[in-house]
C-alpha cells in the first residue's frame, strides 16, 4: 500500500482546486484508484448543521472541487454522510447538507447526494474485529466502486483528533454509535472505529486543512487558519501526518493506536511536497483531550477526583433534546423544565456538547484538572 502523504499549502478555498489536484499528483493521482464510469462516493464530514464558516463541516469548495476531478478522471461523483442526529425525526442530515453548503456544491457539479440518514442500512460481518464483529454500514457505502474520505481537520473531545478515519463514523447509524460509545474507554472506541474502517476499506482521502478547528472540536472548537490541503490513499497515513501536524503525539490518537495495531497504515510515512515542520501549527487541546493523556490505570484510579465533566446550561438550553437523544448511557433526564446530566451515569463521552445546536453544554473541571492544565495549550 502507498502509504505517501502529501501536503500542499492553501490559504484560500477559492484555491482549493488547484491544490487537490496537486496534492493528489503529488501521491499518483486519481486516475490509479478511478475507471471510467466508476461510482466514486465522496464522503465528507456533515457532522451538524452549521455554515460553513463555523469550520465544523468539510468545506464545499472541496467537495466541488473533487466532484469535479472525480469527473474529469472519467468516474462518477456521489456525496453522501449522516450527521449527528439532533431532533427524533430523520431531518437533521439533509438540514446539515443544506447549511453547510454541500448540498449545493454537489448539485452544482451534477453530483448525486445521498443522505445516508434516510437510504438505508446494510448489516454486515466485520472481520477480525475487536469491538463489533457486526455492524450496519450505509447502502451508498457498500454500493460504490471507489470510496473517499473528505475530512475537516479538527480538534476531538474524545479522541484528541478527528481526521480521515474518524469520518467513516457517519456511515454507520445512531444506534451502532451510542453503541460505540458506551464503550467508555477512548482506546476501546478507537477500535471500535478502527472496525468500521477496516470493513469499508477506503480508496483516498483529501484533507480539509485550509480552516481546521482546535480547542473544543469537533464542534465546540474555534476556527484556526492552518493553511493546508493533505492527501494520501491510506487514510491512517494521513492521520498519523495531520495528527502531528497540529501538534499531538500521533500515538496519543486511539483511532492511529487501533489501526498500527492491526497492521494500517505507517509508523513514519513518507512526507511529499511541502515539508512538515515548514507547516506545523500548535492546536489548542480540547478540554476533555485531558483526560487521554493519562494511563488507563491511572485513569480509572484516579476517576473521581480527575473529572471533565458535561452539564447543561440552562439559562442557553433550548430543551430541544438533541442530548438525550445521543446520550448513550441515559444520563440526561427532563426536570421541572429543564435538563440536568446525572454524572454518576455520565461517561463523558462529550456527544451531548458535540451536538447541542445552542452550545448549551458546557464543561466542569475538577480542582485536580484545573491545576495540571493551567497555562497549557
Do not use: W
Not at 511529499?272 to 480540547?286: N, Y
Not at 463523558?348 to 495549550?377: D, W
Amino acid at each position: 500500500m502507498n502509504t505517501k502523504v502529501s501536503i500542499v499549502q492553501c490559504d484560500d478555498y477559492l484555491k482549493a482546486k488547484d491544490a487537490i489536484k496537486e496534492a493528489l499528483d503529488l501521491i499518483g493521482g486519481l486516475e490509479n484508484i478511478i475507471s471510467p464510469g466508476s461510482r466514486v462516493l465522496l464522503k465528507p464530514n456533515v457532522l451538524a448543521i452549521k455554515r460553513p464558516e463555523a469550520a465544523v463541516t468539510t468545506h464545499p469548495a472541496i467537495v466541488s472541487a473533487m466532484c469535479q476531478l472525480v469527473k474529469e478522471a472519467g468516474g462518477i461523483p456521489i456525496v453522501g454522510d449522516g450527521s449527528g442526529v439532533t431532533s427524533s425525526d430523520s431531518t437533521a442530515t439533509a438540514k446539515a447538507l443544506k447549511a453547510s453548503g454541500i448540498e449545493e456544491a454537489a448539485s452544482n457539479c451534477g453530483a448525486e447526494l445521498i443522505n445516508f440518514e434516510t437510504s438505508g442500512f446494510i448489516e454486515v460481518d466485520v472481520p477480525k474485529a475487536k469491538q463489533f464483529p457486526h455492524l450496519h454500514i450505509a447502502k451508498a457505502v457498500m454500493d460504490a466502486d471507489v470510496i473517499i474520505s473528505l475530512p475537516k481537520l479538527k480538534t476531538h473531545e474524545l479522541t484528541l483528533y478527528t481526521g480521515a478515519v474518524k469520518n467513516f463514523f457517519g456511515t454507520i447509524p445512531r444506534k451502532d454509535r451510542k453503541a460505540a460509545h458506551y464503550l467508555e474507554d477512548r482506546d476501546l472506541f478507537g477500535e471500535a472505529v478502527v472496525d468500521i474502517y477496516s470493513f469499508i476499506k477506503p480508496h483516498l482521502a483529501v484533507m480539509d486543512g485550509v480552516i481546521g478547528m482546535e480547542g473544543d472540536g469537533p464542534s465546540a472548537g474555534t476556527p484556526i487558519s492552518a493553511g493546508v490541503i493533505m492527501a494520501s490513499y491510506d487514510c491512517v497515513a494521513l492521520d498519523m501526518v495531520a495528527s502531528e501536524l497540529i501538534g499531538f503525539d500521533p500515538l496519543q490518537i486511539p483511532t492511529n493506536k487501533a489501526a498500527l495495531s492491526r497492521g494500517f497504515g505507517a509508523r513514519h510515512p513518507e512526507v511529499v511536497g511541502t515539508p512538515l515542520d515548514k507547516v506545523k501549527i500548535k492546536f489548542k487541546r480540547p478540554t476533555g483531550g485531558a483526560l487521554a493523556l493519562m494511563p488507563r490505570f491511572l485513569r480509572r484510579t484516579l476517576r473521581k477526583q480527575f473529572t471533565v465533566k458535561p452539564f447543561i446550561n440552562t439559562s442557553i438550553c433550548t430543551l430541544c433534546k438533541a442530548c438525550v437523544l445521543n446520550c448513550s448511557v441515559d444520563a440526561i433526564d427532563e426536570k421541572n423544565g429543564s435538563l440536568k446530566i446525572n454524572e454518576e451515569k455520565c461517561i463523558q463521552c462529550y456527544c451531548c456538547r458535540e451536538l447541542c445546536p445552542s452550545h448549551a453544554v458546557e464543561i466542569k473541571k475538577s480542582l485536580l484538572v484545573r491545576i495540571m492544565t493551567r497555562g497549557k495549550k
